[in-house]
T-cell receptor
Framework: TQLLEQSPQFLSIQEGENLTVYCNSS?????LQWYRQEPGEGPVLLVT?????EVKKLKRLTFQFGDARKDSSLHITAAQPGDTGLYLC????????????FGTGTRLTVIP | NAGVTQTPKFQVLKTGQSMTLQCAQD?????MSWYRQDPGMGLRLIHY???????DQGEVPNGYNVSRSTTEDFPLRLLSAAPSQTSVYFC????????????FGNGTRLTVT
């Protein structure tokens, strides 16, 4: 059973377009992280959101944590070819060790 | 600053062979973990450790063993490789605090024929 479902699984858009990636779960998380992964490399952290309803901005990327801390979204404004990659959300449970549960991933391709 | 180092980068095994995937970190992180990444399934936790001498199972531990004799090293052993273990394996480390971001190695691509 996948704790975190991401949609869409694949996304191919033209440079300059906007897009939103969704990360949904029926479980509550104490925090949620977003990673980006390039081919042949490990995931790299983009942002951590902790508070329900929290919004964080990283240049053209906007991350939101749902009020109930069960879901999150990533919005990219004016996508660029450098945004191409695999985007992964990961939730931290409220108890126990620092085990992150990863979403299924969204593979984004931005066409010049 | 090396971060998390995984070796080898690629490996091909025959069914039934055993091998050890190496992972070392130089950030003095207490928490270390192993994930496998398969298409359409994200990253799934195999085993993890919260400090030297302490290990525990994750979501998909069958067929894998780990040990943690030092803070720096966390090797993953495949006892008798099976084709279902063909995957990309990632080692990650972090401070012990829950919710800390993970630092990943660059992965080992394993093929079992």
């Amino acid at each position: 059973t996948q704790l975190l479902e991401q949609s869409p699984q694949f996304l191919s858009i033209q440079e300059g377009e906007n897009l939103t990636v969704y990360c949904n779960s029926s479980s509550v998380f104490s925090s949620l992280q977003w990673y980006r992964q390039e081919p042949g490399e490990g995931p790299v952290l983009l942002v951590t959101v902790v508070t329900g309803g929290e919004v964080k901005k990283l240049k053209r990327l906007t991350f939101q944590f749902g009020d109930a801390r069960k879901d999150s979204s990533l919005h990219i404004t004016a996508a660029q070819p450098g945004d191409t990659g695999l985007y992964l959300c990961a939730g931290a449970r409220q108890t126990g060790a620092n085990n992150l549960f990863f979403g299924t991933g969204t593979r984004l391709t931005v066409i010049p | 600053n090396a971060g998390v180092t995984q070796t080898p980068k690629f490996q091909v095994l025959k069914t039934g062979q055993s091998m050890t995937l190496q992972c070392a970190q130089d950030m003095n992180h207490e928490y270390m973990s192993w994930y496998r990444q398969d298409p359409g399934m994200g990253l799934r936790l195999i085993h993890y450790s919260v400090g030297a001498g302490i290990t525990d199972q994750g979501e998909v531990p069958n067929g894998y063993n780990v040990s943690r004799s030092t803070t720096e090293d966390f090797p993953l052993r495949l006892l008798s490789a099976a084709p279902s273990q063909t995957s990309v394996y990632f080692c990650a480390s972090s401070p012990i605090t829950r919710g800390s971001p993970l630092h990943f190695g660059n992965g080992t691509r394993l093929t079992v024929t």
